[in-house]
T-cell receptor, first 109, second 112 residues
Framework: QKEVEQDPGPLSVPEGAIVSLNCTYS??????FMWYRQYSRKGPELLMY????GNKEDGRFTAQVDKSSKYISLFIRDSQPSDSATYLC?????????FGKGTTLSVSS | DTGVSQDPRHKITKRGQNVTFRCDPI?????LYWYRQTLGQGPEFLTY????????KSRLLSDRFSAERPKGSFSTLEIQRTEQGDSAMYLC??????????FGSGTRLTVV
């Protein structure tokens, strides 16, 4: 079992939809969780990070961690075509980040 | 400061050749990381520097790979005797805090 599992999609939604992206992780010792966005031919860009359980909101983006089920989520409200990218969840193990495979999102206008 | 800069953006090399990539981190960041990303996968950790000291290396970093960060500024990643399996995007990141990385745009290596 991989330490971080993420459904690669692809996921296609119309503009304005609410998008839910999800990951599961295996090690209950993980405390920090991140979401990165990666556009084609670019490096990942940090969107949000959360510590332990709970929600964190930033504009149209909400990150959620449920440590009891080892489940992390990213919600995007009012999705825009510019949100079309690959979204990577990650957690921190020591100094290294462990990433999921990424979910490719396409938002059509 | 315009972020993390990587050079070259794309490198095509023949199997068996040596290649070297350069990373210029954000100037005030003392932490520097190298990751490798293959198609359809998330980035995988290769190595970590704090200032000029290489403090951690992944088992993915075989003896054909070497990384340096002289004087705690820019870093280089060298791959000797390249193999087709080395084809990937090599990403550099820097940070001042362990949880907030800034990644560069990467160097895409193609070994033919």
């Amino acid at each position: 079992q991989k330490e971080v599992e993420q459904d690669p999609g692809p996921l296609s939604v119309p503009e304005g939809a609410i998008v839910s992206l999800n990951c599961t992780y295996s090690n209950s010792a993980f405390q920090y969780f991140m979401w990165y966005r990666q556009y084609s031919r670019k490096g990942p860009e940090l969107l949000m990070y959360t510590y332990s359980s709970g929600n964190k909101e930033d504009g149209r983006f909400t990150a959620q961690v449920d440590k009891s089920s080892k489940y992390i989520s990213l919600f995007i409200r009012d999705s825009q075509p510019s949100d079309s990218a690959t979204y990577l969840c990650a957690t921190q193990a020591g100094t290294a980040l462990i990433f999921g495979k990424g979910t490719t999102l396409s938002v059509s206008s | 400061d315009t972020g993390v800069s990587q050079d070259p953006r794309h490198k095509i090399t023949k199997r068996g050749q040596n290649v070297t990539f350069r990373c210029d981190p954000i100037s005030e960041h003392n932490r520097l990381y190298w990751y490798r990303q293959t198609l359809g996968q998330g980035p995988e950790f290769l190595t970590y520097f704090q200032n000029e000291a290489q403090l951690e290396k992944s088992r993915l970093l075989s003896d054909r790979f070497s990384a340096e960060r002289p004087k705690g500024s820019f870093s280089t990643l060298e791959i000797q005797r390249t193999e087709q399996g080395d084809s990937a995007m090599y990403l550099c990141a820097s940070s001042s805090l362990p949880t907030e990385y800034t990644f560069g745009s990467g160097t895409r290596l193609t070994v033919v």
